[in-house]
């Protein structure tokens, strides 16, 4: 509605008034209506994150982002830890089955770290369908825990 566009568009400005840059804010737009205090704490810490390690702050942004892209390409559902054949699918999945409801940056950079080795030694598209499915549906599970705190395809690295 107009009036949240309204209050939206204000708080946007004020957290850029308090020194946040346009893509830290805008990737928390959408926890901003719902949860302000939630909103600010998280562009603190992705804030954070940036200045202090930006090696692995870039490796978060892009690993998120190319998780969001694949997943947009397969069903969800569930995931099927019998056709996780290789070590490394094993490793990301026990990752992620460790993250909390609602992940920490830290646990998400973690997540991340290994995602990178997945994406290096897994084809995601397999040509068993089965499997191609089973790995997608991970990879849209991983996509709901990145959701959780930001849209990371609003964040420039």
């Known amino acids: 509605t107009d009036l949240n566009?309204?209050?939206e568009g204000r708080i946007r400005q004020s957290f850029i008034d308090e020194g946040y840059s346009h893509d830290i804010v805008d990737?928390?737009?959408?926890?901003?209506?719902v949860n302000c205090v939630g909103a600010q704490k998280t562009a603190t810490e992705l804030t954070r994150a940036r200045n202090e390690?930006?090696?692995?702050?870039k490796q978060l942004v892009e690993t998120a982002?190319?998780?969001a892209r694949l997943s947009a390409k397969g069903q969800g559902g569930p995931i099927n830890t019998g056709l996780l054949s290789e070590?490394?699918?094993q490793d990301a999945y026990q990752v992620f089955a460790a993250l909390s409801d609602q992940?920490?940056?830290?646990?998400?950079?973690?997540?991340?770290?290994?995602?990178?080795?997945?994406?290096?030694s897994i084809l995601v598209m397999d040509q068993d369908e089965q499997v191609k499915?089973?790995?997608?549906a991970f990879?849209?599970?991983c996509h709901e825990a990145y959701k959780t705190q930001s849209n990371f395809e609003a964040i420039q690295v």
């Open 65 to 67: 982002v190319r998780v």
């Open 103 to 120: 992940p920490s940056l830290a646990e998400l950079i973690a997540l991340s770290e290994t995602l990178h080795g997945y994406f290096e």
């Open 53 to 57: 390690n930006p090696a692995s702050f």
């Open 139 to 141: 990879l849209n599970a």
């Open 27 to 33: 990737s928390v737009l959408p926890k901003l209506l």
């Open 5 to 7: 566009t309204m209050f």
């Open 133 to 136: 499915q089973n790995r997608l």
């Open 87 to 89: 070590g490394i699918e």
